[in-house]
């Protein structure tokens, strides 16, 4: 027989039963408010939270002419290097070359977004007492001009449990990493691995953020487009600037954004571990800081990338890229997706080889050379306290 109880369970148990049937074929309201743009989760908290321009187009790659005027193109993603963007099955990863290896563990997707990140390093955190009072306003700009983006201040001790926990299968980074006896190597070294790995934008902590990373590209270029840009740090136009610099056109390397797994930083990352490990084999002092794992070596490998035939159809260039294409330079020019910033872009105020002020509308970093020239033991990475 059917109650007044019995009845009013069935009812609650259809509509329990509806609802539930209901919710699951409609989006959850944290869904239709996540961020588009950002990855790592990062950009628009709602209305009256911190937000970020939203740069990081979703539209399609394009190929545009390099600065020669030739028709180099970069390859989409799962073309040039026969990966597709994601990681894929190996039979065994360990049989594979260490390249390979760095290639399946952070793999390059050009159409992604830009990770919402920045790193910093230095010996303590800007919470400790011991922080430097005067990088305190420049480490505070990066945050200030980029809200909503994860900002670390990475520390030595982090840094070497960090390269552990993100190359531990592949361990000649580690032991290379570990093996270099300069601090100035591992704090060059560190840089490549951390945007290798999670991308974003690494700056050394003597610098100060003018404008926010939204500014850097204008919008003619899809950032769908992009996956590494850099800066000039010198462009010396005169008889004797091998006395000065190791290349007549050099990158900086105290700021960068990239994607993770970008070639350029993969290639870096397996020169330096290379290297690394033949000189500790052959008992070799690893000196040379600027050709071994500073700008030269950046450069270098920017260059080589520029003009690989794996990544960049070479059939209609007229030439190879080289320091020609990038030197007086005072706008952007992007080669396949990598965007070239003039002198000016991180170099504003030094005065020399045509950089603007600080106030310049193309100043979007100030860098304020505070460790530049010191003594390598006075170097933040990898000090021995």
Not at 100 to 128: G, H, N
């Amino acid at each position: 027989m059917l109650t007044f109880r019995k009845a009013l369970l069935a009812s609650l148990l259809v509509l329990t039963v509806f609802y539930l049937l209901r919710s699951s074929h409609e989006p959850s309201p944290l869904a239709t408010q996540a961020p588009k743009d950002f990855a790592l989760g990062l950009g628009d908290e709602g209305e009256n939270g911190p937000s970020t321009k939203a740069v990081f187009s979703t539209t399609g790659p394009s190929s545009e002419p390099t600065p020669s005027g030739s028709s180099l193109r970069i390859t989409r993603p799962g073309q040039g290097d026969q990966r597709t963007p994601g990681q894929h099955s190996l039979s065994n990863p360990n049989d594979r070359s260490l390249r390979a290896r760095l290639a399946y563990q952070y793999p390059y997707d050009m159409e992604s977004q830009f990770p919402a990140a920045i790193w910093q390093t230095w010996k303590t955190t800007p919470a400790s007492g011991d922080f430097p009072e005067n990088y305190r306003t420049g480490e505070a700009s990066w945050t200030n001009k980029h809200p909503g983006f994860v900002h670390e201040v990475i520390t030595d001790q982090v840094a070497v449990y960090l390269i552990k926990h993100l190359y531990a299968s592949v361990p000649e980074v580690v032991e290379a990493y570990e093996s270099l006896p300069l601090p100035v190597l591992k704090a060059d070294f560190f840089r490549y691995l951390i945007l290798l790995a999670r991308g974003g934008i690494y700056s050394d902590i003597d610098t100060t953020a003018l404008q926010s990373a939204a500014d850097w590209i204008p919008e003619r270029i899809p950032f769908s487009s992009v996956g590494l840009v850099i800066g000039i740090e010198a462009d010396p136009d005169r008889d004797d600037w091998h006395e000065w610099y190791s290349r007549r056109i050099q990158f900086c390397q105290w700021t960068i954004q990239a994607k993770p797994g970008h070639p350029v930083l993969r290639e870096t990352v397996a020169n330096i571990t290379e290297e690394a490990l033949k000189r500790k084999k052959e008992k070799v002092q690893q000196d040379r800081v600027i050709e071994f794992t500073g700008p030269a070596l950046w450069t270098d490998k920017i260059f080589e990338y520029l003009n690989d035939e794996q990544y960049f159809d070479m059939s209609t260039s007229k030439g190879n890229i080289t320091w020609r294409d990038f030197t007086n330079m005072s706008d952007i020019r992007k080669v396949g997706d990598v965007v070239v910033l003039p002198i000016t872009s991180f170099s504003p105020g030094v005065q020399q080889m045509g950089a603007g002020e600080l106030d310049d509308p193309m100043a979007f970093v100030q860098h304020d050379f505070d460790g530049s020239w010191k003594p390598e033991e006075e170097r933040h990475i990898g000090l021995q306290n």
